[in-house]
């Protein structure tokens, strides 16, 4: 499983948009990109995924460059209830070799009124 | 989707006795896992469980420490066995269905006294 490497913390107001940005230099061909969400006193949650280009769902976006070395999740217009700390990982197969799942430290983003 | 039930939800133990951390999906799956997450740090895995067959472990685990039972495919439990304050730490379980996005318990917040 290749590794990640992320911001151990970002700070954000509300209303703005907050991008984090993930690298995973060695990254295979047949690795997809997973984004998890943990709020404090809860287990991660799924919020998206991608294997190339630009991904799109309703809580946020995914923007994998052509080389596949980096990787950035991007929160539109955050909210208090975004504070939370946001994991980043990567493996094979379609769902991000998600059946064991190695996380890394993640990013802690905090936002403030 | 996958609801998972952890139980107990907290719990506060003296050294040396063990506890079992109840894990019960509402639906079958052929992988459960176990992830301990100590205060202010990430997830690390602990082991995967298959119905029918035994845990295996993750570097740094062992089955003395940590035995896994997996009696069926939508129920597992981890005992903390012989437990020390170092093992105070959030429990949780994982599971994966059909190869979709990963479902998390909301953890079992242990402390040993």
Redesign the interface.
């Known amino acids: 499983l290749a590794k990640t490497t992320q911001p151990i913390s970002m700070d954000s107001y509300e209303g703005q948009e907050v991008n984090i940005t993930c690298s995973h230099n060695n990254i295979a061909t047949n690795d997809y990109i997973t984004w998890y969400q943990q709020f404090p006193s809860q287990g991660p949650r799924f919020i998206i995924q991608g294997y190339k280009t630009k991904v799109t769902n309703e809580v946020a976006s995914l923007f994998i460059p052509a080389d596949r070395k980096s990787s950035t999740l991007s929160l539109p217009r955050v909210s208090l209830s975004d504070t939370a700390v946001y994991y980043c990982l990567v493996g094979d197969g379609m769902w991000g070799g998600y059946n064991k799942l190695i996380f890394g430290a993640g990013t802690r983003l905090a936002v403030h009124p | 989707s996958a609801v998972?039930s952890q139980k107990p939800s907290r719990d506060i133990c003296q050294r040396g006795t063990s506890l079992t951390i109840q894990c019960q999906v509402d639906s079958q799956v052929t992988?459960m896992?176990w992830?301990r997450q100590q205060p202010g740090q990430?997830?690390?895995?602990i082991a995967?469980a298959n119905q029918g067959s035994e845990a295996t472990y993750e570097s740094g685990f062992v089955i003395d420490k940590f035995p896994i039972s997996r009696p069926n495919l939508t129920f597992s439990t981890l005992t903390v066995s012989n437990m020390s304050p170092e093992d105070s730490s959030i429990y949780?379980c994982?599971v994966?269905v059909m190869?979709?996005?990963?479902?998390?318990?909301?953890?079992t917040?242990l402390t040993v006294v």
């Open positions: 998972i992988m896992f992830y990430s997830l690390t895995l995967t949780l994982s994966d190869n979709t996005e990963a479902f998390f318990g909301q953890g917040r």
